[in-house]
């Protein structure tokens, strides 16, 4: 069955996650997505790589690139710029993850695409956005968690603490593809392309601005505390007999069932765990208890008892562990994906939203390049046009 974005061309010039993903994204809703990069592979198809002996793509580029076709490009060319300008009238969107003077110098700023197609929507990416003091800087995602305040607030107070997944990247490729979903609406009314833009920073700064909030109101000067939550407890990682699991209440009825699961229904008139607030800056103590709790319990003896008292509650799992979860596998998560020069299918999250009328099918990512030929053919050039090109180190 036909994507919802069925007939939506996109050209995707994005690097590592906060581009390829909303490529990505738009390509499981159906939009035909053409990934455009260097001569001998962009730097991020190489990153991670799980080839055999370590060679050849990487994880990032296998998980962020799938549903796209393949076209190698030098867009610094003059006949390269010539090729920019045939993609772009044929297009519907350009994602580009890119600072901004070099889409000046690709022909990728917006001002360039609307002048040969004024339907067009630049979907941009940067660390701080076009303007600024910091505009003409490079950053990735950890240089968000940075400054956003989300490494200052994780860890346990010894070193600020990043979190390994990339979550700046992801939720700016999630916004970055809100926005292109919403410029595209709009053109159906207007008739009219426009820039969707994304930063990092604004990204990192959307998911933490909930502290600068309470900062600015209260003058509270949060500090890490590990795994601990501020305003609500027991929430915390808790170390069962063979393993570690993590749970959390928020608000009063939580609080009962967990108190009555502990025997413990006496803190429930107790002054110390009369609210969320109260109960988290007494977390110690309530982390403390169910620790010990915990001690008496294998991971599979805890976790039932904590979902039947309807407590959230999971097991902190390696990545091998959670392929293999029961539920993981029983809802069918990970599909297997074949690619070329690997010896086995790799695992891809390949749905990550489920539509019920118009589901979401993927296919492989491209190899280098595997679709240059079709794809300039497509855009007029002839066989003997393309060898050219090819020649001069075009595409």
Not at 288 to 316: Q, S
């Amino acid at each position: 069955m036909p994507g919802v974005l069925e007939g939506i061309r996109v050209l995707d010039f994005g690097r590592y996650i906060a581009g390829p993903f909303c490529g990505a994204l738009l390509g499981d809703l159906g939009a035909e997505v053409i990934r455009v990069e260097k001569l001998d592979g962009s730097e991020d198809r190489w990153v991670m790589p799980v080839g055999p002996n370590q060679t050849g793509e990487g994880a990032t580029f296998l998980q962020m690139n799938r549903n796209k076709l393949g076209l190698t490009l030098n867009p610094t060319k003059p006949a390269g710029r010539e090729v920019v300008k045939r993609l772009v009238k044929s297009a519907d969107v350009v994602v580009a993850n890119l600072p901004v003077d070099t889409l000046t110098e690709m022909g990728l700023d917006y001002e360039s695409l609307s002048a040969v197609n004024p339907r067009i929507i630049l979907a941009m990416t940067s660390m701080f956005g076009a303007e600024g003091p910091y505009a003409e800087r490079v950053g990735f995602d950890t240089i968000g968690q940075a400054m956003s305040g989300a490494m200052y607030l994780s860890g346990f107070g010894d070193a600020p603490t990043r979190i390994a997944a990339p979550y700046v990247d992801f939720t700016t490729a999630l916004l970055n593809t809100v926005g292109v979903l919403a410029a595209l609406r709009d053109r159906d009314k207007s008739g009219k392309g426009q820039k969707v833009e994304t930063a990092l920073l604004r990204s990192a700064m959307n998911a933490t601005n909930t502290f600068m909030i309470e900062q600015d109101l209260l003058n509270t000067n949060r500090g890490p505390i590990g795994n601990r939550a501020w305003v609500q407890g027991p929430a915390d990682s808790f170390k069962c007999s063979d393993g570690w699991i993590y749970a959390m209440t928020i608000g009063q009825p939580l609080f009962v069932r967990w108190a009555k699961l502990m025997g413990e229904e006496k803190w429930l008139t107790d002054a110390r765990y009369k609210d969320d607030l109260s109960r988290g800056e007494n977390g110690v103590e309530l982390s403390a208890r169910m620790n010990e709790w915990c001690g008496k319990h294998t991971v599979a003896e805890a976790l039932p008892l904590l979902a039947e008292a309807r407590i959230p509650a999971g097991p902190i799992m390696t990545p091998k562990q959670i392929m293999e979860d029961a539920h993981v596998v029983d809802q069918k998560f990970l599909t297997p994906m074949h690619y070329p020069g690997l010896d086995k299918p790799y695992p891809l999250l390949a749905e990550p939203v489920k539509l019920s009328r118009t589901p979401i099918t993927t296919k492989r990512p491209p190899t280098l390049g595997e679709h240059t030929d079709s794809i300039l053919g497509e855009l007029g050039y002839s066989t003997a046009d393309i060898a050219q090109l090819r020649k001069d180190r075009v595409v």
